[in-house]
């Protein structure tokens, strides 16, 4: 679903309590730091620190051992092939030089659903400027199956108690390339606060029965990029916050889950505009939905603008395009009651393919705050289902339509509606 975390993480966001290691390390080198085990060159090498890699011992002291002695001076922390059994780590900053992550071997979590204070991580990696984690292939498995059930928020009404598999948090000028997330016990990757990070060759793996495990959360960041992707999972495939400016996200494979998501938004007071997102060259296959924006009814005021959905193939998904200030789930939310996000200047141009149902196009907007500046251009879609051709629904908007638009665009202009 999304809602609950996906836009909403509260201005203070903390970190989770627990068993974890945390170094927060602005203090100047000494002679311990110099000569930490494996440190040669400004390389610091795990295993030199003591970690196993069997996949059975808990190698978390040796990781934070080699942080605290990079992040003191800059260098780079390598991680040879192997297994290696982790709790929480915390990678903290602000550093006194670049660091990078060289991987090589793979992350895992404990299996247990053990709860946690809420939009915590498993890893966390945070208030650095010139980090870089090379991949290279490597796996952060959260061996999340036995918190799903746990997680099951139509239950319980609640999904922040378990942690997220990463969370980049206050990174500037960084780049993250290479990883594999899989069965992340809740998001997989969640950033914040983050302006001028590229994310490169991201792989996000779990069955559709995972629970509210969006693949990727952006929000309260700005310049962040997404180039190339392929994320299969139990919720949005990507989900965008509020405070996200100057996004572009691009080259993604998406599905199982439920599509590319801006929002929901509107949860929360105090939500920061959202401006300046592009998503472009993507393919969504078999999901609920294909691209979409979600506000919640009765909603504080907020804004959602500049965006761009364009040159999309949507392959067998139920809901291509979905503007939704509707947004509802479970029922908790003020029903009837119109959504104060203003939704403005928004493009969806050459989105093609296949709807899995008879609705291809559904563009629900505010009554008290309407849409405005929705254009649709190039558009085909088509549904070949006994229920007949592909239709458009709306209400509350009249989009303005360029080139040959299939299905046809529908118009319902915005009467009065509640404050």
Known sequence: MAATIANGTPPDDKLGKGRKTKV?????????????PGAKGGSLDVKASGAKGDGKTDDGPAFMAAWKTACAAG???????GEYLVNTLEFCGPCKGPVTLEMNGNLKAPATATKVEKHSGWINIEKIADFTLNGNGAIFDGQGSLAW???????TGKCNSLPINIRFTGLTNSLIKGITSTNSKLFHINILNCKNVTFEGIDIEAPPESLNTDGIHIGRSDGVILNGAKIKTGDDCISIGDGTENLVVENVECGPGHGISIGSLGKYPNEQPVKGVTVRKCLIKNTDNGVRIKTWPGSPPGIASNILFEDITMDNVSLPVLIDQEYCPYGH?????????????????????????????????????????IALADINLVHSGKEGPAVSACSNIEPIATGKVIPAPCTEVAKPGPK
Do not use: H, Q, R
């Open 24 to 36: 927060s390390e602005s203090v100047a080198p000494g002679p311990a730091d110099e000569a930490a």
């Open 75 to 81: 260098g780079t922390i390598t991680v040879p092939k």
């Open 149 to 155: 059930k746990a997680n099951d928020c139509a239950k």
């Open 333 to 373: 939310c003020k029903a009837g009651v119109a959504s104060k996000v203003k939704l403005s200047d928004v493009t969806i141009k050459n989105i093609k393919g296949t709807s899995a149902t008879k609705v291809a196009v559904k563009l629900m907007c505010s009554k008290g705050t309407p849409c405005t500046n």
